[in-house]
């Protein structure tokens, strides 16, 4: 691949310009690795600062191609030096503000000028690549594009983080006061209104349907779906009493769901399931929803990731906590819910378990914690000191389902896995590769969960086991 470097003008400044005369899909990615490199779309090409350091690290990455140097080579000599930096002297006792500026092989941190919660990170080309991906680490970090810093919140949290994955390269140019905050303190967002909904005429049958449904203790989410769908039942026979209407009118209402709203299985299922709730246990009339039409269930093979994708998926995930998070999923098999809910006391390290409390269906049950992931959790906790819940928020609190999903959504597209994977693919994927690893069905029902081992007996259709012995009958004609 020939490469052509010339000298080229950027906002006044004399810079190193790069074209690629050959298309190179790693191309771009390469450059983004020199400190310093730039793409201009004026000029269609990329341009690097014109000192040594820069010069020498864009070669490393280029060792094979043809780089054709301008006639004048002096060019590169005489100007790519890079002035030396200046010593980093120790601040004079009491005076720490007062320390001078970055030395090419330290970190400097140093107070905002503007903002006095938050500090001023300044990496040195020479580190850039090494150690962005550790800053990303931090929590509320910013990259300041006019400084060329990097800008992070004052706080414990913070400082611990530096002083556990930056030690002896990090330098203060303060000293940190003991009454900065443990976390970012921000105003919790105000709780959105509940939406209007319109009620049904006799609401009444409503509210009793929701006192059953208390009695029998089921789940907030629940109870909430199924009034909603009750609701709208009662909302299409507006003018009939509850206790009037006819088997035939619930059919007919189903019907007109169906066909008008294309609704899924399952929500017709949580509809009826609502319907009846309210016949046989609310108004005693449990012979009018005796056999209720159900739909035929579609039997579908979850979405399920090799192991090299999960890997991936992992690399891509730079951050601790993040990485923690989507670690533990897959090593335990964990519901969404059941993650979020965890608590520092569920984790029994020493036995390599811990112990989910409340799963889908009210079930506890005990599953794997693998000393690879407890590894990082140590890491994670030192740094974060969770209070209650294993995973907090910036602000403390209990993490939220949609930031794992959204965690999960950036993970997938940077490590370009299956786009259809979601959350609890992950699990779905613990499953499998258990089975392919001889693991005993029964053993793999208790640690997900399940009631039945129907439920379980799915991943046999996705495992790849004794695949090898199997082949095609085409292979075997002469074509």
Request: proline share 6%.
């Amino acid at each position: 691949m020939d490469i052509q470097t010339f000298s080229l003008k950027i906002d006044g400044t004399t810079r190193i310009g790069i074209r690629n005369l050959e298309f190179d899909l790693a191309f771009p990615g390469k450059m983004r690795k020199v400190g310093g490199a730039r793409w201009s779309p004026e000029h269609r090409c990329w341009h690097i600062p014109r000192r040594a350091r820069a010069w020498e690290h864009f070669k490393k990455l280029f060792p094979d191609d043809n780089i054709i140097v301008p006639k004048d080579a002096a060019f590169f000599r005489q100007e790519a030096a890079e002035p030396p930096s200046p010593e980093l002297k120790e601040p004079a006792p009491g005076d720490v503000s007062s320390a001078n500026e970055t030395r090419g092989d330290r970190i400097i941190v140093s107070r905002h000028p503007q903002d006095s919660a938050k500090v001023r990170i300044h990496i040195p080309v020479s580190l850039l690549t090494d150690y962005v991906p550790v800053i990303k680490n931090i929590h509320g970090r910013r990259w300041n594009p006019n400084f060329k810093v990097w800008e992070a919140p004052l706080t414990k949290v913070t400082v611990r983080f530096v002083e556990k994955f930056l030690p002896g390269l990090a330098h203060w140019t303060f000293q940190v006061e003991d009454g900065i905050p443990e976390r970012i303190e921000t105003p919790r967002p105000a709780k959105k209104a509940k939406p209007n909904f319109t009620p049904a005429r006799y609401e009444g049958a409503v509210s009793k349907l929701e006192e059953t449904l208390l009695l029998k203790r089921y789940s907030w989410n629940t109870i909430k779906a199924y009034l909603s769908c009750f609701r709208g039942f009662l909302r299409f026979y507006d003018s009939i009493k509850p206790e009037d209407i006819t088997r035939s009118q619930i059919d007919t209402y189903i019907a007109h769901l169906v066909k008008t709203r294309n609704i899924s299985e399952s929500h017709q299922n949580q509809i009826l399931s609502a319907i009846k709730m309210y016949f046989a246990e609310v108004a005693g009339q449990e012979e009018k929803v005796r056999r209720l039409i159900r739909p035929k269930r579609a039997k579908k093979l979850p979405h399920v990731l090799t192991e090299t994708e999960v890997a991936r998926l992992f690399r891509a995930t730079q951050n601790l906590k993040h990485r923690c998070i989507l670690m533990l999923i897959y090593s335990g098999g964990l519901r969404l819910g059941e993650l979020i809910q965890l608590r520092l006391a569920d984790l029994e390290p020493e036995q390599n378990r811990l112990f989910v409390y409340g799963g889908k269906g009210k079930k506890d049950r005990c599953t794997l914690l693998s000393p690879k992931v407890w590894e990082k959790l140590q890491q994670y906790i030192e740094v974060y000191r969770p209070v209650e819940w294993l995973f907090e928020g910036q602000t403390g609190g209990q993490y939220s389902a949609r930031s794992v999903q959204k965690v999960f959504r950036h993970a997938k597209e940077k490590a370009e896995i299956n786009p259809y994977s979601t959350v609890h693919t992950l699990r779905h994927s613990f499953a499998t590769h258990l089975l392919e690893k001889g693991t005993d069905l029964r053993y793999i029902q208790e640690l997900l969960g399940h009631e039945s081992s129907k439920t379980t007996e799915i991943y046999t259709h996705i495992t790849h086991t004794g695949w090898a012995k199997v082949k095609s009958p085409i292979d075997d004609l002469e074509l």
